[in-house]
C-alpha cells in the first residue's frame, strides 16, 4: 500500500512538473508575441513620428517659398490673393503665377476691348498653362486701360476687356465661370508713363492672376 502511495505521489509530481513546464513556456510564448506586437506597434509610432515632422519640415519650407514668392507679387496680385481668400475661393490660398497682356504684345488697341488674333493665341497658351498645372485653380483677371479719357469711362473699358477675356477663356477652353472673376482697375494702376505713346501701350492691359 505504501509503495503504491509512493508511485502515485512519484507519478504526480511528475505530471505536476510537466504542467508547470508546460505553462512557463506557455507564458513565455505569450509575453514573446507580446513583445513583438509591442514592438511592431513602437516601431509604427516612431513611422508615423517621422513622417509628421517631415510633413512640418515640408509645411515651413512651403509656407517660407510661398511667402517669399508673395513678397516678390505685384500689388495687384497681392490683392487678387486678399480678395480670394476673403471671398472664401480658395483651398489652399496659394499664389502660382500671373501672365500680363499688354497692348504693345497682344494689340488690345486704343479704346478697344475686342480680342486680338495675338491676344487669343495669348490666350490659348496661357489656357494650356492652366490645364498642365492640373489643378482647380482660380484666376482673376484684371483689366486696365492708359489714362486718356475719363476715370468712368476707363473703369467701363477695363472691365470690358477683362470680361472678353473670362468669355474666351470659359467657351473656347472650357475654364468655369465660378473660378474666374473679372475686375476693373480702369487708369488707376499705371506700370509705364502715361505721357508716352510706349508707356500708353503698357498700360492698356490684361493681367490673369492665377490662385490655388
Do not use: W
Not at 84 to 97: D, N, P, R, S, V
Not at 107 to 126: I, P, T, V, Y
Not at 145 to 159: C, F, H, R, V
Not at 188 to 205: F, H, I, L, Q, S
Amino acid at each position: 500500500m505504501k509503495k503504491g502511495f509512493v508511485v502515485l505521489v512519484v507519478v504526480a509530481g511528475v505530471a505536476l512538473f510537466a504542467t508547470g513546464c508546460a505553462t512557463k513556456s506557455y507564458v513565455q510564448e505569450q509575453v514573446a508575441q507580446a513583445q513583438k506586437v509591442t514592438e511592431a506597434k513602437i516601431s509604427e509610432v516612431q513611422k508615423q513620428v517621422e513622417a509628421t515632422q517631415m510633413d512640418v519640415a515640408n509645411l515651413k519650407k512651403s509656407d517660407a517659398e510661398q511667402n517669399a514668392k508673395i513678397a516678390q507679387l505685384s500689388d495687384t496680385a497681392k490683392e487678387a490673393l486678399a480678395r480670394a481668400e476673403e471671398a472664401g475661393k480658395l483651398a489652399k490660398g496659394k499664389f502660382l503665377f500671373e501672365v500680363t497682356l499688354s497692348d504693345d504684345i497682344v494689340h488690345f488697341g486704343f479704346n478697344k476691348s475686342e480680342l486680338s488674333a495675338e491676344a487669343k493665341a495669348a490666350l490659348d497658351a496661357f489656357a494650356q498653362k492652366v490645364k498642365a498645372e492640373n489643378k482647380n485653380v482660380y484666376i482673376e483677371v484684371q483689366g486696365h486701360t492708359d489714362a486718356i479719357g475719363s476715370e468712368k469711362y476707363n473703369l467701363e473699358l477695363g472691365q470690358a476687356r477683362a470680361d472678353a477675356v473670362v468669355r474666351y477663356l470659359n467657351m473656347q477652353h472650357g475654364i468655369p465661370l465660378h473660378r474666374m472673376n473679372a475686375i476693373s482697375y480702369g487708369e488707376y494702376k499705371p506700370v509705364a508713363d502715361n505721357k508716352t505713346a510706349e508707356g500708353r501701350a503698357k498700360n492698356r492691359r490684361v493681367t490673369l492672376v492665377v490662385l490655388e
